[in-house]
């Protein structure tokens, strides 16, 4: 949520004071709007990435604390669970070499955190779900000691009036109950933020939409969850569940769950929080002084502290943000579909091809979004999700007979997609070396249909064969997972199974 909060009750009057402030927050924001006093097109964008902490072992280390003191950055921050870090990426231009500075900067601020770690014998792991976690370490004593998250949890679970259900079916079945939002802790993403006008937040938002299961199938990179193999991308059923404040009668009515993929294309992205207003009761009614009308009418900025922590408890896996810089309001998409990991030439690609695809689909004259139906993106999400770089989408057909068709999604990259990125990224004026290397990443994962989520499966299953027990074969083919990622090559080309010792 990135606000500072002091946990305590709240009395029977303050959602009520709140609804009111975030009504006049959204006024204030149309205000805004129909002013146009956002901030220009400057290209900028961001990047976070959440890690795990594990031992020698591969087992989780809940360590954030001390691992922070010797960092010693504000780079870095704590996430949910006491085995998280964040790590933020400072804002950068989308143009020239940019692409290789972010890898850089990443190897050497892992490489400085992971040093750091270790000195208190813990290492850095990026990876979407690590897969020694278990049950007993999803535990409430295990969220990181920061009042927000105490505050957030109990609020989740007093909404929820009992305790969580786990019901995940995929490769095995994956059941569970949990007294705390721990478990969303488990989910490790990579998130990446676009800067973009008022006119132009649609046309990128419902870009972004399009492509999700896109980026799902090929980014996979959790299979694993509470030593069950379940779902290519295992993120988003976790995290829907773990979040899900709603009990079994009210999914039975349709209630919207607080992490969805959304239900229709927009027009603007006064609809996506006029939907938080509409959709989701606050969690945190924790009222600023501010009277956002008043600031807007004296010709002033208003911060809207309440819409953005509003929205930072609605999970969507493209979010809206507002922000302001220098005293400029600014707005950003905020994608949050990928898992971290495995390597950062693989992050670096994975970004290189949303980078692209947003900005080239965004200006076509017939965007996907008008020729292909909003439930059918949202089918492709869930099918990316379950299988990975084998899914087969949903796609409108090449030219102008219209309808949809099923192709393999690595063949819709290759043939289609690949191309689209390339002109993406020519557009945001990238070095064509830079555009070549990262996207020749993506291509070559098409063509030996290898990511993170088959590599780990595979791995896993070549521990059992060659006799290992279910948790050892999990933590062996973890440890490999580590050395591997240190090596700095991309999954495509890492080594099939774990050396005989």
Known sequence: MGEKVVAGAFDLSDRQKYRKKLHQCL????????ERRFDRPRNLMGMEIELNLTGADAMPKMLNGEVLERIASHDFQTELGMFNLEVNIVPHHLSGRVLDQLA???RTGLGYADRKAGEVDAGIMMIGILPTLGRDDMVRSNLSDVDRYALLNDQMVAARGEDFSLDIEGVERLVATAGSITPEAACTSLQLHLQVTPERFAEVWNAAQ?????QVALGANSPFLFGREVWRES???LFEQATDTRPPELRNQGVRPRTWFGEKWIGSVEELFEENLRYFPPLLPICDEEEPLRVLADGGVPQLKELVLHNGTVYRWNRPVYGIADGVPHLRVENRVLPAGPTVADVI????????????????????WTRMPFSAAAENFETACRHGIDAELLWPRP????????VPVTKLVRDELLPLAAAGLDSWNIEPADRDHYLGIIEERCKRR?????WQADAYHRAREAGLDRGAALAAMTRRYGELMQGGDPVHSWPAGIPEP
């Open 210 to 214: 399009a492509v999700a299961a896109v």
């Open 235 to 237: 993120r988003p059923p």
């Open 450 to 454: 290898t990511n993170g989520a088959s």
């Open 399 to 406: 030219g102008r007979s219209g309808g949809l068709t099923r």
């Open 104 to 106: 850089e900067e990443l």
């Open 27 to 34: 006024e204030a924001l149309s205000g805004l709007l129909s």
């Open 349 to 368: 690609a994975n970004t290189a091809l949303y980078y692209g695809l947003v900005r080239a689909m965004a200006e076509e004259s017939r965007p996907v």
